[in-house]
């Protein structure tokens, strides 16, 4: 038997597929952004005004659209590409990116502009109010401009008391200033979270919104092509591992059109042909990075087997507004009134609101649906419901067979 010191030497000394890992990290910004072309040129369209007209306007653009399909990195080469192309004109314009999942408060999102601007806030005693005056002040010095993003924006929107979302929203109101100098990006990734705000306020927000559709396989395909070039030795990839990963991920085939669980697969198939000493990453290993990471996706899909009837309609009704409406995430009450509609198409009685409730709670616990607040608003807080997984044609059968297991069962 080979001693320890002799395996780990040899396996650090093994060759690997992998020229250049980094280039497959979620933060990698990439050189070219294939399929998103067009976006940039909305992005641009929407703040060309800063150039044409600087100070007249502040711009606000949302960018929407599921998981893993580029806003982040679209957000950010827009940025960073405008600003250069617009200082070639004479015009500064400086690109700020603040994830408001990680600085959750207004407090904490100021700071984070202020520090990007490389701006020094004494540590204490000032408000968010003081501390966008004294950006403000400090563009106006300086004859700037700033583009501000805010990614993540539905948990600023889901947590924050509503003057916090007004005063940044409405920022203009607020500051008595003649040249507007900020202008912003929202990063939303349900567009529901803001049904619930105050009416002058989504006004403000949802002005222009762009909207990035899920990827389709042959999308999928060229960005993965990108990276294999970047991240990869020449020739260690086989094509037909991209192809069965941009299959199984394309939204046209039924996946959920992500690019970064795409990528990740990739990066996860490169791994399992070094574990295995191939020189060669094949569809197998491809096959194999994909049933790994969905995995945890299977475990829950099995916890499914365990439900009784009335918690499966529950599923069953939020599968039929996801396909119904496109969309994510659905107030509690929508919930609520398909799954009657779905008792009295099988002639079962509805269950009271109060089971319901613990129904969906421990659906959460299983992991199978997830409960976020919605906005506070007008028409006050509601919770939102969706699912863990994406309703896919499959899973819509499997959940319609169990149902009708569950039905035959109970009438014995
Ligand atoms: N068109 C593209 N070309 C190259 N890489 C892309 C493209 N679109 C997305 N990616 C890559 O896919 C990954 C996910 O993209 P990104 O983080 O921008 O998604 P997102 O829409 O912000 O998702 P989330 O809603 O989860 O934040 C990143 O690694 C990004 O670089
Ligand atoms: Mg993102």
């Known amino acids: 038997m080979?001693?320890?010191?002799?395996?780990?030497?040899?396996?650090?000394?093994?060759?690997?597929?992998?020229?250049?890992?980094?280039?497959?990290?979620?933060?990698?910004?990439?050189?070219?952004?294939?399929?998103?072309?067009?976006?940039?040129?909305?992005?641009?369209?929407?703040?060309?005004?800063?150039?044409?007209?600087?100070?007249?306007s502040s711009v606000r653009v949302v960018i929407t659209g599921r998981t893993g399909t580029g806003k982040t990195v679209t957000a950010r080469i827009?940025?960073?590409?405008?600003?250069?192309?617009?200082?070639?004109?004479?015009?500064?314009?400086?690109?700020?990116?603040?994830?408001?999942?990680?600085?959750?408060?207004?407090?904490?999102?100021?700071?984070?502009i202020a520090e990007q601007l490389k701006l020094s806030i004494p540590p204490r005693g000032?408000?968010?109010?003081?501390?966008?005056?004294?950006?403000?002040?400090?563009?106006?010095?300086?004859?700037?401009?700033?583009?501000?993003?805010?990614?993540?924006?539905?948990?600023?929107l889901n947590s924050s008391p509503p003057e916090d979302i007004y005063f940044i929203v409405r920022l203009y109101d607020e500051l008595a200033v003649n040249v507007?100098?900020?202008?912003?990006?929202?990063?939303?990734?349900d567009l529901t979270t803001l049904s619930s705000l105050d009416k002058t306020v989504r006004d403000h927000i949802a002005r222009d919104i762009i909207e990035f559709p899920p990827y389709k396989s042959n999308e999928l395909y060229d960005i993965l092509q990108d990276r294999v070039k970047i991240a990869f030795y020449d020739g260690t990839v086989s094509d037909d591992a991209v192809k069965f990963i941009s299959d199984i991920n394309g939204f046209d085939k039924g996946g959920s059109g992500n690019a970064r669980l795409s990528i990740e697969t990739l990066e996860l198939a490169g791994r399992i042909a070094d574990a295995e000493g191939s020189p060669i990453v094949t569809v197998e290993h491809a096959k194999k990075a994909n049933s790994r990471l969905n995995e945890e996706a299977s475990i829950i899909l099995d916890e499914l087997n365990y439900l009784e009837l009335h918690p499966m309609l529950l599923v069953k009704a939020l599968i039929n507004l996801s396909k119904r409406e496109k969309k994510e995430s659905f107030p509690i009450g929508e919930v609520e009134d398909e799954y009657s509609?779905?008792?009295?198409?099988?002639?079962?009685?509805?269950?009271?609101?109060?089971?319901?409730?613990?129904?969906?709670?421990?659906?959460?616990?299983?992991?199978?649906i997830n409960t976020q607040q919605s906005g506070k608003g007008m028409r006050g807080r509601t919770t939102l419901l969706s699912l863990t997984f994406p309703a896919s044609q499959e899973l819509d059968d499997y959940v319609t067979k169990l149902i009708g297991a569950l039905k035959n069962s109970e009438q014995k």
């Open 2 to 56: 080979a001693l320890p010191s002799d395996i780990i030497n040899s396996s650090l000394n093994s060759p690997s597929v992998l020229k250049d890992g980094s280039k497959l990290n979620p933060d990698y910004i990439p050189e070219r952004l294939p399929h998103r072309e067009d976006k940039l040129k909305e992005l641009t369209i929407a703040f060309r005004d800063i150039v044409n007209e600087p100070g007249k």
């Open 78 to 112: 827009f940025g960073k590409a405008f600003a250069e192309q617009v200082k070639n004109r004479g015009i500064k314009v400086e690109y700020v990116h603040v994830n408001c999942h990680r600085e959750r408060t207004l407090y904490l999102i100021t700071l984070k």
């Open 126 to 156: 000032l408000s968010s109010q003081e501390v966008f005056k004294i950006i403000h002040e400090y563009l106006e010095r300086r004859n700037m401009y700033v583009i501000i993003t805010l990614d993540e924006f539905d948990y600023f």
């Open 180 to 189: 507007k100098r900020v202008s912003y990006i929202f990063i939303i990734r």
């Open 341 to 368: 509609r779905l008792c009295e198409l099988l002639g079962v009685e509805p269950r009271r609101h109060t089971q319901v409730f613990e129904y969906m709670r421990r659906l959460k616990l299983m992991g199978i």
